[in-house]
C-alpha cells in the first residue's frame, strides 16, 4: 500500500523502561541494530499497527505499555534502490512513519523476539535514549534523528537522587548520605539481567515463614 509519492504507510516504536532507557534490537542475522517497525496494513490505524508490530516483534501486548506521545506527522526516508526489489523500482520509494513513544509497565522479562514465527530480532538491549546513530542503517538515520528530537521533550520525568531526604533523612556531618543510602546508590541490585534499586531496607530475602512464589522492514 503506497501513497501517491512512493510511500509505504509504517509506524516506528521507541519503548522506554523506567529508567527512560529505549529497548534496542539487533536484526535478525546482522550487524545492524534499530527500533521496532513495521508497515500499516490496509483497514489499520496507525495506532492499531504499532500493537501489533509490538507483539509481532517484541512479544508486548496493550497492557504491557503506556502511550507516551507520538510524532505529530509522518517523518519519510527514501530507500536507495539496491534495497528495492526490481519489480517494485520506480514505484517504491520509501517509508513515511508514525513514531510512538511508549512506556513499558510491566516487567522485561515479558519482552519476547520469538513470539512468531518471523522474527526481526535475534538480541536486544536497554540503551540510552540518544543511540548510537552510526549502527543504524544508513538511509534511516535522519528520520531517526528526528523522531528521538521530537518526542525528546514528552520524556517522563526521573525522580531525583535525594528523594531520600525529601522522605525525612538528613545528610551526616560533612555531608555524607547515610550508609544504606550511599549502598543503594552505587550497588544496584540485579536480578533476571534487570538493574534496578531496592529502598533502603529492602531486601530480596523472603522474610521468614512467608510464602514462595511459584516460581520487520526496510
Known amino acids: ?3 501517491r509519492e512512493g510511500f509505504r504507510p509504517n509506524v516506528g516504536i521507541i ?3 523506567q529508567r527512560n532507557q529505549v529497548f534496542w534490537g539487533k536484526r535478525i542475522r546482522t550487524h545492524s541494530w534499530q527500533f521496532p517497525q513495521g508497515g500499516i496494513d490496509r483497514g489499520e490505524s496507525p495506532e492499531q499497527a504499532m500493537f501489533r508490530e509490538l507483539h509481532e516483534e517484541v512479544g508486548l501486548h496493550p497492557q504491557h505499555v ?5 510524532t505529530r506527522d509522518w517523518l519519510r ?7 528495492i526489489r526490481r519489480d517494485a523500482r520506480g514505484h517504491y520509494k520509501g517509508q513515511k512513519q508514525i513514531w510512538y513513544l511508549l512506556q513499558l509497565v510491566a516487567h522485561d522479562w515479558n519482552l519476547n523476539l520469538r513470539a512468531t514465527s518471523h522474527p526481526e530480532f535475534d538480541a536486544w538491549r536497554w540503551n540510552d535514549y540518544w543511540v548510537p546513530l552510526d549502527v543504524v542503517v544508513e538511509f534511516k538515520r535522519g528520520v ?11 520524556l517522563p520525568r526521573q525522580e531525583h537522587r535525594n528523594r531520600y531526604l525529601r522522605g525525612g533523612m538528613r545528610l551526616r556531618e560533612g555531608g555524607e ?3 544504606i543510602a550511599t549502598q ?4 544496584p541490585r540485579r536480578l533476571a539481567g534487570s538493574v534496578f ?3 533502603p531496607g529492602a531486601t530480596l530475602e523472603s522474610p521468614p515463614g512467608a510464602p514462595h512464589a511459584p516460581r520487520r522492514d526496510a
Open 1 to 3: 500500500m503506497l501513497d
Open 15 to 17: 519503548l522506554l523502561n
Open 66 to 70: 503506556r502511550i507516551v506521545a507520538r
Open 77 to 83: 526516508y527514501e530507500v536507495p534502490d539496491r534495497f
Open 144 to 154: 531517526y534523528e528526528m523522531a528521538l528530537t521530537e518526542l525528546a521533550r514528552y
Open 177 to 179: 548520605m547515610p550508609a
Open 184 to 187: 543503594e546508590r552505587h550497588e
Open 197 to 199: 534499586e531496592l529502598p
